[in-house]
């Protein structure tokens, strides 16, 4: 049978799918995509296929320590191949696709959010997904369109991000715009009409049998779905001075066809800066938002946005004091649902959910630092009601990576959540949680 893999408007692309069972599938696309990767190693590929091909894999064991859930433990891989194909003899024109696999060694017994257990959730669902399929032109004037399914990361992706920490990345069916003139200017634009979320498109309204809820509802929470429908305009313009001042403007205006509470109008500004007038380098970040309902949004409410960010360097070690604010109005907090939120609000990922979001108050100090191939990063988390200013909770997170080669990379995580008065609406916040994972990744 045909299954649609991609639509844009009229565009429709759809793949042979063949019925061959999961797991069997799975691993067969594992040892296609091993083969090809030691193939691409030694320029076999290369030189029998046309056009550039990349390949990536990251290989993870996460734990997870819950005192409200129980624990938790997953085993996953993600391969990627990333293959671009030029159409013309200038390399204006061209073709990119990217397959991405995230296949479950523990065959998936774990709370993968797409598949529920009664489990802390671990959101790597084991999925095979189309992350990149699109078409591309880049003019000789320093513009480029692309057509297709794209990722989009704007500024920090703190908004609208890849979410590239989960074996799934997000990606979108968009057409996009972008002008950067490599000195002053960057200009994006996109219209997208649907997001493809980190639960893969196995996450469908339909609950499968191997899910605690299986029987006990109709269909899955909107907020749990592998893909969204979307309306949404998003905007972003830098302007960046000759001594690296830079100046953003943003307007993102989303229609969620799937999920109401999410269709939003959000604008804001930000300004950061470097600058080293002897040994040691200092750096700010200054950032306001204002966020509203829309479009079929059932709950009326107006919230901001803020980032203040203060830091220093010497050598190889960074200090950074920062804090990060979203208010709460009628009882809907600022949310970033297309952001890559696992970046922010802590590593043990307490606040950031796969729902909504609360109004809260984050103050933490980052340090990090770098000897040869070994790097470092720790970050203390100070998390505080928004309405009251009462300590909901702290957290520790630390983290130690070791690139071995360009594209190698060993690394260490773990992120400890301590709660303190807690947040009486927001269960979650209310109880201790540890995590801890190692990985090895190749060119990810």
Not at 182 to 189: E, M
Not at 394 to 416: H, I, M, P, Q, S
Request: charged share 20%; glycine share 6%; aromatic share 16%.
């Amino acid at each position: 049978m045909f299954k649609e893999i991609f639509y844009f408007g009229a565009i429709r692309l759809y793949l042979f799918d063949s019925n061959t069972g999961g797991c069997q599938r799975n691993m067969i696309l594992v040892l296609i995509t091993l083969f090809a990767s030691i193939m691409l190693e030694h320029d076999v590929i290369a030189t029998e296929i046309p056009g550039k091909h990349d390949f990536g894999m990251r290989t993870r064991f996460q734990e997870v320590d819950d005192n409200w859930l129980k624990d938790a433990q997953a085993f996953t891989t993600r391969l990627k191949l990333t293959s671009r194909f030029s159409l013309d003899h200038n390399e204006q024109w061209q073709l990119l696709v990217e397959p991405n696999l995230a296949y479950a060694f523990n065959d998936g017994d774990y709370n993968s959010v797409t598949v529920k257990k009664s489990t802390s959730p671990i959101p790597d669902p084991q999925s095979f997904n189309w992350s990149q399929i699109n078409l591309q032109y880049a003019s000789d004037s320093n513009w480029q369109i692309t057509l297709g399914r794209q990722p989009l990361a704007f500024d920090n992706e703190r908004h609208i991000g890849t979410v590239e920490f989960w074996q799934t990345p997000q990606s979108f069916d968009a057409l996009t715009y972008e002008f950067n003139d490599q000195v002053n200017w960057h200009l994006q634009y996109s219209y997208t009409n649907k997001v493809h979320r980190i639960f893969g498109h196995e996450a469908t309204s339909t609950i499968p049998k191997d899910d605690i809820r299986y029987g006990l509802i109709d269909q899955r929470p909107a907020n749990e779905l592998g893909a969204h429908r979307l309306s949404a305009h998003l905007v972003n313009l830098t302007y960046k001075t000759e001594d690296n001042l830079s100046l953003v403007s943003y307007g993102y205006s989303v229609e969620n066809k799937d999920l109401a509470r999410f269709s939003t109008h959000t604008l804001g500004v930000r300004i950061s800066d470097e600058f080293k007038p002897e040994k040691i380098k200092y750096r700010y970040t200054v950032e306001f938002a204002t966020q509203q309902n829309a479009y079929n949004n059932p709950v009326d409410y107006r919230a901001w946005y803020s980032l203040l960010e203060a830091g220093i360097q010497y050598k190889s070690h960074r200090l950074q004091l920062s804090q990060e604010v979203l208010s709460e109005n009628n009882w809907q907090g600022f949310i970033t649902p297309l952001g890559t939120n696992h970046k922010f609000q802590g590593w043990a990922d307490i606040f950031t959910g796969y729902g909504m979001q609360t109004g809260l108050r984050d103050h933490y100090l980052t340090y990090q630092g770098r000897y040869k191939k070994l790097r470092w990063r720790s970050v203390f988390h100070r998390f505080k009601n928004y309405k009251n200013g009462s300590t909901i909770g702290n957290e520790f997170d630390l983290e130690l990576a070791y690139r071995a080669t360009r594209k190698w990379e060993f690394k260490l995580v773990y992120a400890d959540y301590k709660t303190k008065q807690g947040l009486y609406y927001f269960p979650k916040a209310n109880h201790n949680l540890s995590t801890w994972f190692v990985s090895v990744a190749y060119n990810i």
